[in-house]
């Protein structure tokens, strides 16, 4: 016998949705927090310690304030298993309900979340405003209800999705360890990496996007040992991964992921299409249910969970306080790879369509509508303030998106510094050595921590440019890392170097009986 058929309401699955986006920018899954939690206690790396620290002090500080977690609020992304059964009761397409549902999230006036998509990806990329459309998968299944995972995938990590289709006897194991070992921090760990293995091309990337969301259950499977060959893969891709040595935000350590998943599908005899999709730290998701009795009613969870981490116990001895008010190329010269300092001072601000319209004068021979001179530069696009707040949360971009604009801006602008997310390509690097202007990393995932560093934020220039426009931030004790000093030595490279032997080490000792 079949299952009654229920009338689930539009307007309750526009509330839900939107409840649910404002419900994940500022709570961590409890699973995520309670296993980065155990990396943090673990964690003997200071630079990878600090780092999870920050991560975990936000998480806290953004659960109570109810902000954003991470600046970067998501390109939405929706897996709706909807019951046969279900009848939903609108004018509107299942896709145009779950869209009104992000534009009332991310327009929402007390928790207001940055609108990052764009309508036309290859010409005028003009900002839609609204962070609409979602990216919206339906199945058909049985039942009378609606099933919807919803999540808020940021572009760090989005943009480090990989696909390749391997022969039938090759290891997707190695492929995926040789994938994550080129592909840098800016996907923001530690985090998850989700596999998706047969079918075809764009059904292995719906196999992991979909897998990604599934609860962080690592532990458990290693103390119970895997019953199926996806189980073992898992095993073993989180005992390979960490042991690249990559760690939080790229800084070496012993944790990359907490966390594995694999998804298979069957797949044609000659193919074995395999896809890879990296889950960033802000790691948002959630999933719920509705039966036609309304709208989800969401409850907080218990944030006793979340360690009480203090802003002492994240200020390594040592630290050096920098004045950018009266910066000197002899102070810059003087950082270290490596190195915390805390910034205060002004500074300005400017992602990727601001430095591009920055080299565009520079082209033109226009003046710069501001001055770079002695400058510091952040690369963020901070979310809207909101009552007494100075800015919204305002974490680190990846910097390699800028490394095409930075020899220029560094020849013609006289800039000092530069702060961001993240690596620098070989020619960025090159440019740092050359004019002799330090890079600096900001902790990716730390948005609202960050921001109660900044004490005051003006407009300075490209408006039009919405979150992309250039402000002047005055920033007190904002910790920052050295990331690649002016000899270009890059922490990037030396960390995970030096715990990757490490690790290798200890797996040798071990092995011997030492």
């Known amino acids: 016998m079949g299952s009654r058929t229920r009338t689930i309401a539009g307007k309750d699955i526009i509330r839900s949705v939107a409840d649910a986006l404002q419900y994940i920018s500022y709570y961590h899954p409890p699973d995520y927090i ?118 808020a995938k940021g572009g760090g990590s989005e943009n480090k999705a990989r696909f390749t289709t391997l022969n039938p006897s090759a290891s997707v194991s190695d492929w995926v360890v040789d994938t994550v070992a080129t592909l840098g921090s800016g996907w923001c760990p530690p985090g998850l990496i989700s596999i998706g ?148 001072g002004k500074m300005l601000t400017g992602r990727d369509a601001a430095h591009k319209r920055m080299v565009e004068l520079i082209d033109a021979g226009k003046p710069l509508p501001f001055d770079l001179q002695g400058r510091v530069i952040y690369y963020v696009g901070p979310v809207r303030a909101v009552r007494d707040e100075v800015v919204g949360p305002a974490g680190p971009t990846t910097s390699s998106r800028l490394d095409d604009f930075t020899d220029k801006v560094l020849a013609e602008t006289g800039l000092f510094a530069m702060v961001g997310k993240a690596e620098r390509g070989r020619a960025a690097i090159e440019s740092i050595v050359r004019h002799k202007t330090p890079y600096l990393i900001a902790v990716g995932g730390a948005a609202y921590l960050i921001s109660k560093s900044i004490k005051s934020a003006r407009l300075i220039a490209f408006e039009d440019l919405g979150m992309e426009a250039v402000y002047e931030f005055e920033v007190q004790d904002m910790p920052v890392i050295m990331a690649v000093d002016v000899e270009g030595n890059s922490i990037h490279n030396s960390g995970p170097l030096e715990w990757r032997k490490r690790m290798a080490a200890d797996s040798i000792a071990r092995n011997i009986g030492v």
């Open 34 to 151: 309670r296993s980065l939690s155990q990396a943090y206690a673990r964690e003997q790396s200071p630079a990878a310690k600090n780092a999870i620290g920050q991560i975990l002090l936000n998480s806290r500080m953004a659960a109570f304030g109810r902000r954003p977690i991470c600046q970067d609020t998501g390109l939405v992304v929706v897996f709706a298993k909807v019951g046969m059964d279900a009848r939903i009761k609108s004018t509107a397409s299942f896709a145009e309900l779950v869209n009104e549902g992000v534009r009332q999230a991310y327009l929402d006036p007390d928790n207001p979340l940055r609108a990052s998509i764009v309508a036309d990806p290859l010409a005028g990329r003009v900002n839609t405003r609204d962070n609409t459309p979602a990216v919206v998968h339906v199945d058909l299944v049985l039942g009378n209800q609606i099933d919807i995972t919803i999540a």
């Open 197 to 344: 293995i047969g079918g075809s091309a764009e059904k292995a990337m719906l196999l992991a996007k979909e897998a990604m969301n599934q609860p962080i259950d690592m532990a458990e499977l290693i103390a119970r040992r895997p019953s199926s060959a996806e189980e073992a893969l898992r095993i073993e891709l989180y005992d390979r991964i960490n042991a690249l040595g990559i760690g939080a935000q790229g800084l070496g350590g012993l944790t990359t992921v907490v966390d594995v998943k694999v998804a298979t599908y069957p797949t044609h005899a000659a193919s074995k299409p395999v896809a890879l999709i990296p889950q960033c730290a802000a790691n948002r998701h959630l999933k719920f249910t509705l039966d036609g009795s309304g709208p989800i009613m969401l409850e907080p969870p218990d944030l006793r969970e979340w360690p009480d981490i203090g802003t002492d116990e994240l200020s390594p001895a040592g630290v050096r306080r920098v004045n950018l008010d009266a910066l000197t190329k002899e102070q810059t010269a003087s950082w270290r790879c490596g190195e915390t300092l805390l910034l205060s």
